[in-house]
């Protein structure tokens, strides 16, 4: 089991920046793919971005260009750097990861509890 503490979110104006921040903890030997997901009020969750372990990135088309996702594999972390924030970024953003057991079964995904972000006009 992988448990996942988010931090960073807030509320910010329009053009502002924030940093989202992840840190893994639990069995944390075969971390595969971290990301980060958001839900705006009324909406699915949607991806924003995801990395590999190999450090590998995608970005959903409307953060890129604003949004850059890094991650430490020694650390168990995985950030998200917001600059150019815009109200229709509002939402909570949710940290994911995915993982193999100490078995070395695979296919596991642990979510984090969730940090909000509002951005005002």
């Known amino acids: 089991q992988v448990q996942l503490v988010e931090s960073g979110g807030g509320l910010v104006q329009a053009g502002g920046s924030l940093r989202l921040s992840c840190a893994a903890s639990g069995n944390t030997l075969n971390l595969n793919d971290m990301g980060w997901y958001r839900q705006a009020p009324g909406k699915e969750r949607e991806l924003a971005a995801t990395i590999t372990s190999g450090g590998q990135t995608n970005y959903a088309d409307s953060v890129k260009g604003r949004f850059t996702i890094s991650r430490d594999n020694g650390k168990k972390t995985v950030d998200m750097q917001m600059s150019s924030l815009k109200p229709e970024d509002t939402g909570v953003y949710y940290c994911?990861?995915?993982?193999?057991?100490?078995?070395?079964?695979?296919?596991?995904?642990?979510w984090g509890q969730g940090t909000q972000v509002t951005v005002s006009s």
């Open positions: 994911t990861v995915a993982y193999c057991n100490q078995y070395g079964r695979c296919g596991f995904r642990s």
